[in-house]
């Protein structure tokens, strides 16, 4: 997984509640066996004007010139605003990946759904959770002005906008530290294994029936 | 000893190590696996070279990819069939408690399939990569979806890594009224509360409607728990489950099972337990349900009218409302009942268990498939409901009332098979999402009971089954 430690990224606003999964990536591309190359498909239905399969060469299908990722002023934009209940639905990890594979390392939103919530920090991507008041602000100001960009610290855990107002945000001290490392999540576990182990033995002892 | 929770109790007793921050590894009981979400995490296992911890907590089958007719021909897309082959490959190698590749009769939708074997039992902890996973809480047990990155984390470790919820309580008081079903009161439920109302909660259903619901039922209730945005859902376990339990392939048997049965029996939540929220419904207030828009809580009961946004204040709720209404077709303030139907679906995770295809089939008494329904899918959650309805005659109800009777999976639950919407399509559906494009680009889905299905589907337009 890659690090994050802090970055200053131009801001694009999605400007859509309850965000589900299948419009972040649409199912048909879930048939891919690997976990790379899914960006170009990122919000497929909205972000093209024609049906998308696997396999085809996005680079020649006609773009939404509507759908706020393919305004100009968005380009190589690496933090995403978002409204309530962001990336509800299923629990793809093919989302985040999606996502993450577009060049985008941020979302700030007044809420997430929990699965989703979860995958974002296994893949370097890391949701932000803002009052509804704060995000709103953050979408007027980035509509407002082109080239909007926030400072994202994740050591300091504040996002700052340009004329340096600073918002704090929460994390819980384990997955900062794996973000901030870009650790190895399996790796760390396993070094409980002999604890893992105990407890499944004590299990297997007085719950015989759970492992038949 | 303080009184604890349900909840309280399967996560307690999972726990294997604890963090200051109150991060913690649970300790996973069943690993149930499909093909859509697996692949990358066997690569993942393989590429780091590490083995699995164990694997008989695995069970697998494959749902999403398969089709549902022309098994002779096997699986026609090649993406899928690659997919498919993938997990053959990937349990031939690494092994699994059970298995129910394509076209075995054990195979099915991943969350029919685990109760149905006996591959879920109460008091478990139970991940799957898959958001429905909340399904299998019906038994009393902690069973929530995880991602691609915690299933090579299961497998790896047989544990993961998780910080405990929220406890919400949502109670169901009073008897549910003829024709009122366990997923009419999903869909109130999230009517009321909304899909982000239980984000951050498990939730345990209780009250007198949920005990006098069966096992099936309170599964498609605890399967609709996601759609109200809580990771898992779960009711207590009573002789009902118990009975539900008994006899399953992979259940205990002999001195074991007495063993289990004691065990389960403590499976409640406590005399005076505390919950962070509690949500009440009475059961009497429950109509047939019908989604209007593209998100679940989009919901009225089939005696309203789809809404006016003008009656909106919020902005960005009347946005949605707009943005749904033009998506889905439809014009304000028209009755539920005058909305006409091009497609029926039958299946998925939620409603294919054999007590659906009842209601669905008791609904026809003889009529025929409206004239304006282009198609009818029953799609049976696994072989063995199959099996069961046909021993019942209940393919033979479907087939001459004009409707299709197909081979088990998911279906037209998520399209990624050739069942699909084509554009405008309107679907009366018993699934559990209507997300824009679930059932195909640019299909509509309205999210219903099984008897509501069927209805529409005979009707041509829904209708309250219960005049029908
Ligand atoms: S039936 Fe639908 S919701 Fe259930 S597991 Fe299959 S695709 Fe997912």
């Not at chain 1, 419009?23 to 048909?28: E, H, L, R, V």
């Not at chain 2, 005058?338 to 659906?356: A, K, Y």
Request: aromatic share 8%.
């Amino acid at each position: 997984m890659k690090a994050f430690t802090t970055l200053n990224g131009l801001v694009c606003p999605l400007d859509r509640a309850n965000v589900d999964t299948d419009a972040i990536i649409p199912k048909q591309f879930l048939k891919s066996i690997k976990r790379s190359g899914f960006g170009p498909n990122l919000f497929d239905e909205w972000r093209y004007l024609d049906h998308g399969e696997p396999g085809m060469d996005n680079s020649t299908r006609p773009v939404n010139p509507d759908f706020v990722l393919n305004f100009p002023r968005y380009q190589g934009a690496q933090v995403l605003l978002a409204r309530e209940n962001f990336g509800c639905g299923s629990s793809r990890e093919h989302a985040p990946w999606a996502l993450e594979d577009q060049g985008l390392r941020v979302v700030i939103a007044p809420s997430f759904a929990d699965i989703f919530f979860s995958n974002c920090y296994k893949n370097g991507l890391l949701p932000i959770v803002q009052p509804a008041e704060v995000v709103d602000q953050l979408f007027k100001e980035c509509v407002a002005s082109e080239g909007y960009r926030l400072t994202v610290d994740l050591a300091a855990q504040t996002v700052t906008t340009p004329s340096g107002q600073s918002f704090a945000f929460d994390i819980t001290p384990h997955r900062k530290h794996c973000m901030l490392n870009g650790l190895d999540e399996i790796g760390l576990t396993l070094a409980h294994a002999d604890k893992i182990r105990a407890f499944e033995d004590a299990r297997k002892q007085s719950l015989p029936w759970f492992y038949v | 000893m303080t009184a604890q929770t349900l909840y309280d109790k399967l996560w307690q007793s999972h726990v294997v190590h604890e963090e200051a921050d109150g991060t913690v590894l649970l300790y996973i009981d069943r690993h149930l696996i499909h093909e859509v979400t697996s692949p990358q995490a066997f690569e993942g296992l393989k590429l780091a070279g590490r083995q699995p911890w164990r694997v008989g907590s695995i069970v697998a089958t494959a749902d999403h990819n398969t089709p549902t007719d022309n098994w002779d021909k096997g699986i026609q897309d090649p993406i899928s069939r690659q997919q498919v082959e993938t997990l053959d490959a990937n349990i031939r190698e690494v092994g699994a408690r059970a298995y129910f590749p394509f076209k075995d009769q054990g195979q099915g939708v991943i969350h029919v399939m685990g109760p149905e074997q006996g591959a879920t039992l109460p008091g478990m902890t139970v991940v799957c990569g898959d958001s429905h996973t909340s399904t299998h809480g019906a038994l009393g047990c902690l069973a929530h979806g995880i991602g691609t990155s915690e299933v090579e984390h299961v497998l790896a470790t047989q544990t993961l890594v998780a910080k405990k919820s929220k406890s919400m309580l949502i109670s169901v008081e009073g008897q549910l009224g003829a024709g009122v079903s366990a997923k009419d009161v999903a869909l109130a439920i999230i009517g009321k509360i909304g899909t982000a109302g239980g984000t951050g909660y498990a939730i345990e259903f209780a009250g007198s409607a949920i005990r006098g619901l069966t096992v099936e039922g309170r599964m498609t209730l605890c399967n609709m728990a996601i759609e109200a945005g809580a990771r898992a859902g779960m009711v207590a376990v009573d002789q009902a489950t118990i009975d539900y339990v008994q006899g399953r392939p992979l259940a205990p048997t002999g001195a074991m099972w007495d063993q289990a049965v004691a065990y389960w029996k403590t499976l409640h939540s406590d005399e005076g337990a505390q919950f962070d929220a509690v949500v009440e419904l009475k059961a009497e207030d429950i109509l047939p349900q019908v989604t209007w828009g593209t998100s679940p809580e989009m919901v009225v009961t089939v005696a309203d009218r789809v809404p006016d946004p003008a009656q909106e204040a919020d902005p960005v709720k009347k946005s949605g409302i707009e943005r749904a209404l033009s998506y889905m077709g439809l014009t304000a303030n028209t009755p539920v009942n005058e909305i006409p139907v091009d497609v029926v679906f039958i299946g998925s995770c939620t409603n294919s268990r054999i007590e659906d295809l009842r209601a669905a089939a008791s609904v026809i008494r003889g009529r025929q498939k409206a004239a304006n329904v282009k198609r009818v899918l029953v799609v049976p959650g696994s072989g063995l409901v199959k099996a069961q309805a046909e021993a019942e005659g209940l393919d033979r109800l479907f087939v001459e009332a004009g409707f299709e009777w197909r081979e088990p999976g998911c279906s037209m639950c998520l399209a990624m098979n050739a069942d699909r919407l084509e554009p405008g399509e309107r679907c009366a559906s018993t699934s559990n999402r209507n997300f824009e494009g679930r059932q195909g680009q640019g299909g509509r889905t309205h999210l219903v009971s099984p008897a509501m299905a069927a209805a529409a589907a005979l009707a041509g337009h829904f209708v309250d089954v219960r005049s029908f």
